[in-house]
């Protein structure tokens, strides 16, 4: 149990919609990273928010988007969707103060665009 | 770009064999982890090492940062059935904010 929680688990849309993803922590790090895992890979970072600002940024077009509010939970928006689009989206926390790659996974938002 | 290359892809192993498994790297990271991914779930860390030479254990798991900072292994001893999953390996530069993650090994065990 690592208190990051997703939502949703799992859904389904078609090319050119738009989609909306959310996580929330339990411990309220002010830390939050967002990774696309597509099927059979590793995660790629897609960006990176501290006290809701973007800190850091992946190799993601603009159209991926995120926020990060007030009581740190995080949302991850992707616009015009394509189907490489479809993948496990996984929010993560620090783990602890410093340790930037000590990091606490959701269980995912599991992505498919038809 | 950075790339992290994790070596086997899969492994079948029978119960109580001891297990290896390594990544390398074209670039100098300064901090290795390994995680592990069971399916429906996310990325677990397992082992965390932040300097070169540095070996590192968590009960029957194994880890050292390699010298030259390019590279990483992880051995697991007498495997048992919980094992099971997708074991990845994450670098880190310092003060970047990403962990760039290997492609995973499928470690597969025979009971």
């Known amino acids: 149990e690592t208190g990051v929680t997703q939502s949703p688990t799992h859904l389904i849309k078609t090319r050119g919609q738009q989609v909306t993803l959310r996580c929330s922590s339990q411990?309220?790090?002010?830390?939050v990273s967002w990774y696309q895992q597509a099927l059979g890979q590793g995660p790629q970072f897609i960006f990176q928010?501290?006290?809701?600002?973007?800190?850091g940024r992946g190799n993601f077009p603009p159209r991926f988007s995120g926020l990060q509010f007030p009581n740190y939970s995080s949302e991850l928006n992707v616009n015009a969707l394509e189907l490489d689009d479809s993948a496990l989206y996984l929010c993560?926390?620090?783990?602890?103060?410093?340790?930037?790659?000590?990091?606490?996974f959701g269980e995912g938002s599991r992505l498919t665009v038809l | 770009g950075q790339q992290l290359n994790q070596s086997p892809q899969s492994m079948f192993i029978q119960e109580g064999e001891d297990v290896s498994m390594n990544c390398t790297s074209s670039?100098?990271?300064?901090?290795w982890l390994w995680y592990k991914q069971d399916p429906g779930e996310g990325p677990v860390l397992l082992i965390a090492?932040?300097?070169?030479?540095e070996l590192t254990s968590n009960g029957r798991l194994t880890a050292q940062f390699g010298i030259t900072r390019k590279d990483s292994f992880l051995n697991i001893s007498a495997s048992i059935p919980s094992d099971v999953g997708i074991y990845f390996c994450?670098?880190?530069?310092?003060?970047?904010?990403?962990?760039?993650f290997g492609q995973g090994t499928r470690l597969t065990i025979n009971p």
């Open positions: 928010y501290y006290r809701e600002e973007e800190n």
């Open positions: 993560a926390t620090n783990s602890k103060q410093g340790a930037t790659g000590e990091l606490f």
């Open positions: 090492l932040y300097k070169a030479g």
């Open positions: 670039s100098i990271f300064n901090t």
């Open positions: 411990s309220g790090h002010n830390t």
């Open positions: 994450a670098g880190q530069i310092q003060g970047a904010q990403k962990l760039v």
